[in-house]
């Protein structure tokens, strides 16, 4: 795997685009180079290691676990610097300027003269380490990408739309009917582990649909999206739903870029999905009710449903649906109509 | 098993930032309501760093507990899990205070000769 980009054996994520072509998602292999000569020369320092006397002299000072101290103390403060951290931008620059270097010695050498007499501890080699402060936010690249396709997005007039949900809520059943029914321009990506299924579904309505395989991967990316967004024909005012893989816990954490998030819920999964999955609900703008034509034969308790939506994510949305018998699909319409960039 | 892009990118900003040295350790801040399982981000951790700079290297992860405060009562409470309202009388929103970080902090690397 190349930790350069991420990509590699374990990442092999293809796009099938609108005549089902795969095409490669990844394509920046000029970066692997990069990683491999740097590595190399520094295998050249081992002769160096004839420095060790140097260590002699550190091992008579006895003052080395009050460094300890010092170096906890450091820690603590960074609490008080999370606010900083909603800053995309300035995290990232921080952490090329802040590249401290600190001397930092290691708990294994005072373990070592603990046992040993301070003439003897040839193995107590304290070691210094330079300290690098990041301060990164691990989804930066993510979120990053993510701002970028908003900007693709404002620039085109599209209206980007992210649905997740377990498999087999109704994702795609919902779109199939809305694409059919709602009247505007509309593009689909389509995200699933395998196959073209989805995608193929979608094109039936004729509307543009481009398929996402994420392989071993278990939601969809920003970066996904970015590929995949010069597949499709997106003309002002397009409605872009991209269906997320059928998952309700890693998609939550991964920003596409949309404007709005919709989280399906069908009544044959169980009233407390919410409470169970909280992340996913946390963030929803809207919650659909899928399968509501399933009621009568169900023992739904549909107040408590509602009741745990709300406790999760007070400010979702809700509405009902069932796109087989097209119930409330008109206020699912009227929902979708009323959302602007 | 978002875990294992999320190794991914810890890997990426730590060998940018490594200048070709060898990573020693990365220490992280993850936060209890991000939904990171920290057994399966060490596992990953391993498996991906296998061949790097960063083989070997001890990974720190700092827990951070959530806190929220109640924008009706005020009160500070810690959360077990996730909620949205303040048990409190006037069952207000809570405000996250802390518990949705996922930081790496900082890195050890051994130094230039």
Known sequence: MCVTCGCGNTNNTTLSNQNGQSIPLHTHTHEHPHTHTHEHPHSHEHPHSHEHPHSHEHSHTHEHPHSHEHSHTHEHPHSHEHSHTHEHSHTHEHSHERTHEHTHSHEHPNENTDEHPPKASKAAVTEVLDLHLLEQRVLDKNDRIAERNRGFFAGRGVFALNLMSSPGAGKTCLLERTLREIGAPCAVIEGDQATSLDAEAIRATGTPAIQVNTGKGCHLEAEMIWAALPQLPLQDKTLLFIENVGNLVCPSLFDLGEHKRIVLMSVTEGENKPLKYPHIFRSADLVLLTKIDLLPYLDYDLPRALDAIHTIQPDAAILQVSARSGDGMAAWYDWLRQQKA | ?113
């Open chain 2, 1 to 113: 098993m978002h875990e294992l892009s999320l190794t991914r990118d810890i890997l990426r900003v730590a060998l940018q930032h490594a200048n070709g040295q060898t990573i020693r350790s990365i220490r992280l801040h993850v936060g209890t309501l991000t939904n990171i399982e920290i057994s399966a981000l060490r596992f990953c951790f391993d498996a991906c760093a296998a061949g790097t700079l960063a083989e070997g290297a001890t990974l720190h992860i700092d827990t951070i507990p959530a806190r929220a405060q109640c924008l009706g009562c005020e009160q500070i409470l810690s959360l077990p899990s996730f909620a949205a309202l303040c048990p409190c009388e006037k069952k207000a929103r809570l405000r996250i205070l802390s518990g949705d970080e996922l930081l790496i902090k900082e890195m050890e690397t051994e130094p230039c000769a």
